[in-house]
């Protein structure tokens, strides 16, 4: 039995915060209804790649969902709107603020079909302040709550990370947001509305750099892979590939030493201490470089290894699939999708009872509409109406 079986999921989110948010729970066993408009999830025409003609960027967040395809516009769209939220538990939504109140699916009209529903509105600035009608992706988030200035190379560009980390972490702040609801819920009997911001959750991200400044009054510069405030904590080029090393201890930096048969750099002055190494990080560093060149980065896993100190070669994600831990653990799940077998991530929650996983693949535009309109009570007849002016649009099973 999964986590959230039985718990119902109305979702109308697109792109990648809101998904995230919903897949997250498909995969603790909740039943998603993706309501989707005529022309889809926007991120479908986010491609190439496609995998089996959809879009391998919508594949990746939108599984263990079903999709109705429906023109929220249409008048006869109120009555589905109305038997979907009945029966539901949850709703989220990542339209600009306003956007749902003007279709009629913001909260206060929903409430009113189901007073125990929880809500939750994505938006890049939150519903509330001076800002929060402005537009905003993953970039814009990330440039303005300050993560950007602190992400990059020494002296280089910011950069954004190689993930929308910020839609990514919106949906998993999401996520718990509704968890806690529905305890509340459970307890009191009540719904609730949930206004999650893009930025706010950036901004929570900045936590000991935001404190480092609040103690120094000086902006952090960016370190590219380095710490603040350990060193060496960093990615280093050996002879042959890149290589992560942590020696976040005196006791790690003294087998670092001992392993690179550096033992001179031990109790040397200038790197004796922690805070002596980040005061001359740049020698060390510059040291460190030098003898990495040496050797490979199997040498050097190697050497670490038998000293115990965390290191990793950086791996590509060519790298990632071969990975014997994630494939013990069974992280990479070949699936079947269309015409193809395809590898995915799986879930990662691991619980003894209650275990996550891939039910349903990443649903086609339209691919359950006259099934969640069956389940919703509509006859045959009334469904064939609803296709037939447009309401909702339905993949047909050869299509």
Not at 22 to 38: F, N, R, T, W, Y
Not at 244 to 261: I, Y
Not at 315 to 331: F, G, P
Request: aromatic share 8%; glycine share 8%; charged share 25%.
């Amino acid at each position: 039995m999964e986590s959230l079986k039985g718990l119902k999921v109305l979702d109308f989110t697109q792109a990648m915060s809101g998904p995230v948010a919903s897949m997250i729970l498909g995969d603790l066993g909740a039943d998603v209804i993706k309501v989707e408009p005529p022309a889809g999830d926007q991120s479908r025409s986010w491609a190439p790649p496609f995998i089996d003609d959809e879009s391998a960027y919508y594949i990746s967040v939108n599984r263990n969902k079903k999709s109705i395809c429906m023109d929220l516009k249409h008048p006869d769209a109120t009555e589905i709107i109305k038997k979907l939220v009945e029966k539901s538990d949850i709703v989220i939504e990542n339209f600009r603020p306003g956007t749902a109140k003007k279709l009629g699916i913001d909260y206060e009209s929903l409430k009113n079909y189901n007073n125990k529903i929880i809500y939750c509105s994505i938006s890049g600035f939150g519903q509330t302040g001076p800002d929060a009608s402005m537009p905003s992706y993953d970039l814009i988030a990330l440039a303005r709550s300050g993560l950007m200035s602190i992400t990059g190379e020494k002296n280089g560009d910011p950069v954004k990370f190689g993930v929308p980390i910020t839609d990514i972490t919106s949906g998993l702040f999401a996520t718990i947001s509704i968890l806690a609801a529905l305890n509340y819920r459970n307890i009191t009997g009540r719904g609730q509305y949930i206004d999650i911001s893009m930025l706010d959750v950036n901004s929570y991200l900045l936590v000991n750099q935001f404190m480092n400044y609040i103690a120094t009054g000086i902006n952090p510069e960016r370190l590219g892979s380095a710490h603040p405030s350990i060193v060496p904590y960093q990615v280093f080029k050996a002879g042959d590939d890149y290589i992560a090393v942590t020696v976040g201890t005196e006791k790690l930096w003294g087998l670092f030493c001992s392993a690179l048969n550096i033992e001179n750099l031990k109790n040397n002055d200038r790197f004796s201490t922690n805070e002596k190494r980040l005061e001359n990080r740049d020698e060390l560093i510059n040291i460190i470089n030098n003898e990495f060149k040496k050797y490979t980065v199997d040498e050097l896993i190697k050497k670490f290894n038998e000293y115990g100190i965390p290191c990793s070669r950086v791996n590509k994600i060519s790298d990632v699939i071969m990975d014997k831990q994630l494939n013990y653990r069974e992280m990479i799940k070949d699936v079947h999708f269309g015409n193809k077998n395809i590898k995915m991530l799986n879930s990662p929650f691991k619980m003894s009872e209650t275990p996550g996983g891939i039910r349903l693949m990443s649903p086609r535009l339209g691919e359950h509409s006259r099934e969640i309109l069956k389940n919703l009570g509509f006859s045959d007849e009334k469904i064939k109406d609803l296709i037939n002016n447009k309401t909702v649009s339905y993949l047909m099973p050869s299509q």
